[in-house]
C-alpha cells in the first residue's frame, strides 16, 4: 500500500520495515527491496543473440532487477540463451542500472559507496 509521497512499505511481521532516522528524532525512513531475477525466454526463430539454454531450449537468458514492494521492473539486460546464471559481472551491471533508477533518498549508503568511480 503506498503512502502519500513515499514508496511503498514493506512489511515483516505486521509491521514496516524502515531504515533507522538519519538524525535523533527524526522519521525512520522506507526500505525499498531490490530483487535481481534471470529467466528463460523461448524464441521460435533464430533471432539475434539467441542461443541454445541449459533445457535444450533456444532463446534468451536476460538478467532483471525488480522493485519488489511496488512491482516495478527496473532494468533489464539482453543476454544469449546460454548465459550463466551466477555471472558476477552481469549481475554488478544490473545492479548499476538499477541504482540510476531508484531516486536518491531510497538508495542505501552501503549500495552508493560500493558503487562510486
Known sequence: MARRGQLPA????GKDL??????????PRPVLVVRLDATL???ASPKAQAAGNYKGGFGFHPLTSWATNIGDALA?????GNA???????????????????????RTDVLDDLFQG
Not at 514493506?10 to 511481521?13: E, L, S
Open 41 to 43: 525466454i523461448e524464441a
Open 10 to 13: 514493506v512489511r515483516v511481521a
Open 84 to 106: 550463466g546464471s551466477f555471472t558476477a559481472a552481469d549481475h554488478l551491471a544490473v545492479l548499476k542500472a538499477t541504482l540510476v533508477q531508484i531516486p536518491a533518498p531510497w
Open 76 to 80: 533489464v539486460m539482453q543476454r544469449p
Open 18 to 27: 524502515a531504515r533507522p532516522a538519519t538524525e535523533p528524532g527524526g522519521t
